[in-house]
């Protein structure tokens, strides 16, 4: 039975990442949950973004070498309102994301995920996001890259940001073009520690972001054609492999049934404690790997019924 | 590698010459997730034992150069690392005394992906810090 990929984003390793915790440290605990991928943040991970000194770059070769992990997503941001009585140009769009596609093909990855500036609370996208991926369609099937904007809380599937994305696709029939699912839309009960720069405003302000929107997982269906890769959000899992937010019986058999088969990275979330991330980060990958045998199991016992 | 909290002990001093100090200043690591271009902060308020020094009065410092806030808005291919730090130079005449202070710090950043009416998001942090020289 085909299998789900796993591997981890260094973003899970937030505020650990340069006061405890090095490169190759990340790469020892990615490597040793039993992963195969490796999903950085450039402008965190990689140093003297966008240009690494060429030793970075032979060493991320052997540490990857070293640790037998792919390079997955490369996420990368196209801050629209760059300065504080201006935002970028569709040519300065474009030109940020030919950097990181170019940044990211040299570092061996297959996605980019740029996160574009929103011009609301349905965390709509600044209108230059269309015209500035346009322009990167060629460039990206050169390099083999596929540009993936995440579906992010708190917006859900069926919404007006993930409908022109898809409108997006069918007109252009792009390959290169694709969604990320962040897993954060499926969460079903409130959050007590969040590790996202949260600050006290917008904890007063934006309670969605602390509810989560409940995404119904069967919206999956509608789009998962579009999506070749998941960021699988989470914030907290005790000793029982019981995770407080994320309903994973319900997210693994549908992904399950859909057929997915691509990676679920790891989003760590939570609380950011020195090192309590690398345990929650293997407690989640213990939890969806016994729901997916679990499925499995199921599944081949009704085959041979 | 740098202390967990925002605010760095090593850092926090009095600057202009000893008898006749001119201010003092914070050491403060990236307390984003990702690196900044500068434009994206529009400057940093510092506290001391109850009293406001707000950011537009300080000097922000990476490495040897620095911005006033209107600079920072000018130098978007600058960007502040993650695992690196800046520095606030707060003026005050005579410094601050001897002894552990109260000290805190608001980074005002603007994260263009944030509905807009959380930017700028004000990320707080305070802790206690020793000026050794007068």
């Known amino acids: 039975m085909s299998s789900f990929r796993y591997g981890v984003s260094l973003y ?13 440290d990340a790469f020892d ?17 990689v140093p003297l973004y966008p240009e690494p000194p060429s030793a970075w770059i032979d060493d991320w070769f052997a540490k990857l070498e070293r640790y037998k992990l792919e390079p997955t997503n490369f996420a990368c941001w196209v801050d629209t309102r760059i300065q504080i009585d201006r935002n970028m140009s ?10 990181d596609l170019c940044l990211a093909h040299k570092l061996g990855f297959r996605f980019i995920r740029p996160k574009f500036g929103v011009i609301d609370h349905d965390l709509t996208p600044d209108p230059i996001w269309e015209g500035s991926v346009e322009r990167n369609l060629d460039l990206a099937n050169q390099l083999d890259l596929v540009i993936l904007p995440e579906i ?86 005790d000793e029982n492999l019981h995770d407080h937010q994320i309903p994973w019986e319900r997210i693994v058999p549908m992904l399950k049934k859909l057929g997915y088969t691509g990676y679920l990275s790891s989003e760590y979330e939570g609380k950011r404690d020195p090192w309590v991330a690398i345990e929650q980060v293997r407690r989640q990958h213990a939890l969806i790997r016994k729901l997916e045998e679990e499925y499995d199991a199921a599944n081949t016992e009704t085959a041979n019924a | 590698m740098l202390e967990r909290s925002h605010i760095q002990s090593t850092g926090f001093r009095n600057v ?44 922000f410092r990476l490495g040897d150069k620095g911005y006033t806030r209107d600079e920072l808005n000018e130098a978007t291919q600058t960007r502040l690392y993650v695992g690196d730090y800046f520095t606030v ?26 509905p807009p009416e959380f930017q700028p998001a004000i990320v707080r942090s305070e802790r206690h810090a020793t000026i050794i020289l007068p």
Request: charged share 20%; net charge negative.
């Open chain 2, 16 to 59: 202009g010459p000893e008898g006749a100090r001119t201010g003092f200043e914070v050491r403060i690591r990236q307390a984003n997730y990702r690196s900044s271009r500068l434009s994206l902060i529009e400057g940093v308020d510092i506290m001391v034992d109850g009293v406001l020094y707000p950011a537009e009065d300080n000097l």
């Open chain 2, 89 to 114: 130079v707060v003026p005050k005449e005579g410094g601050l005394e001897r002894g552990v202070h109260l000290v805190g710090s608001a980074i005002h950043y603007r994260h263009p992906y944030f």
């Open chain 1, 12 to 24: 899970s390793y937030t505020d650990d990442f340069g006061t405890v915790m090095t490169l190759a």
């Open chain 1, 152 to 237: 992010h809380s708190p917006t859900p599937i069926r919404h007006p940001v993930t409908d022109a994305y898809v409108k997006f696709i069918e007109r252009t029939g792009t390959k290169n073009f694709g969604l990320m699912i962040d897993t954060g839309i499926f969460q079903d009960r409130p959050i007590d520690h969040w590790g996202g720069g949260i600050t006290d405003e917008i904890k007063k302000g934006a309670m969605s972001f602390l509810n989560g929107i409940n995404t119904p997982v069967e919206h999956l269906e509608d789009v998962i054609q579009y999506v070749p890769f998941i960021q699988a959000k989470f914030h907290c899992i």
């Open chain 1, 90 to 99: 569709v040519e300065e769009g474009a030109a940020q994301i030919a950097q």
């Open chain 1, 29 to 45: 605990h990615v490597a040793d949950t039993g992963s195969t991928g490796i999903e950085i943040l450039g402008e965190t991970s």
